[in-house]
């Protein structure tokens, strides 16, 4: 199974600063068709998750563009440009290119 | 609107058994693959099983050969048959559309406890 590590879990930021998690795969996540499915999914506390990012760098509709995917292969980033109260939650990143599908632990954003 | 609404959680023994639905509006449903995503109370995601088109399926080696995931086209629904359920299967399962995931429900609360 391919193993998604992200760094850091627990990610205190003030107001108005950036945030960056990274998100390392054990295996190249390009797909034989060429397209490289890594997603990035939101979950504020008491809700369900939310897809922010797919395909590594495509920000879903409504999502602020403070939020931005980058990366390629096995190392991909998630960085909020300026953090906001309503960005506090945890952070998931997931592989669609291998079976089974595999998600991040998880990476705790709070307000310092 | 795009919706997923899970049902059929609840309280069950070791060992039993339990259907979970979830029921799609707003989108054209068997255009899409579905999926079931859980997690366990204070823990993160764990990809659970898929359904790609009419009959394809995929799961996870946690619940291999105890869940199984159908489809219902008339009606919209896709399910998750769970049987032999233990302790560990505890936790709010969730369903969501596409390969990408990209519609979320609000989930539904398995508690596997005697």
């Known amino acids: 199974d391919v193993v998604m590590t992200q760094s850091p879990l627990s990610l205190p930021v003030t107001l108005g600063q950036p945030a960056s998690i990274s998100c390392r795969s054990s295996?190249?996540?390009?797909?034989?068709?060429?397209?490289?499915?890594l997603n990035w999914f939101q979950q504020r506390p008491g809700q369900s998750p939310r897809r922010l990012i797919y395909?590594?760098?495509n920000r879903d509709s409504g999502v602020p563009d403070r939020f931005s995917g980058s990366g390629s292969g096995t190392d991909f980033t998630l960085k909020i440009g300026r953090v906001e109260a309503e960005d506090v939650g945890v952070y998931y990143c997931?592989?669609?290119?291998?079976?089974?599908?595999?998600f991040g632990q998880g990476t705790k954003v709070e307000i310092k | 609107e795009v919706q997923l609404l899970e049902s059929g959680g609840g309280l069950v023994q070791p060992g039993g058994s339990l259907r979970l639905s979830c029921a799609a509006a707003?989108?054209?449903?068997?255009?899409?693959?579905m999926n079931w995503v859980r997690q366990a109370p204070g823990k993160g995601l764990e990809w659970v099983s898929a359904?790609?088109?009419?009959?394809?399926?995929y799961s996870g080696d946690s619940v291999k050969g105890r869940f199984t995931i159908s489809r219902d086209n008339s009606k919209n629904t896709v399910y998750l048959q769970m049987n032999s359920l233990r302790a560990e299967d505890t936790a709010v399962y969730y369903c969501?559309?596409?390969?990408?995931?990209?519609?979320w429900g609000q989930g539904t609360t398995v508690t596997v406890s005697s």
């Open positions: 969501a559309r596409s390969a990408s995931m990209d519609v």
């Open positions: 707003g989108f054209t449903f068997s255009s899409y693959a």
């Open positions: 359904i790609v088109g009419h009959f394809t399926t």
């Open positions: 295996q190249s996540l390009v797909h034989s068709d060429g397209n490289t499915y």
């Open positions: 395909k590594v760098s």
């Open positions: 997931m592989q669609g290119t291998h079976w089974p599908r595999t």
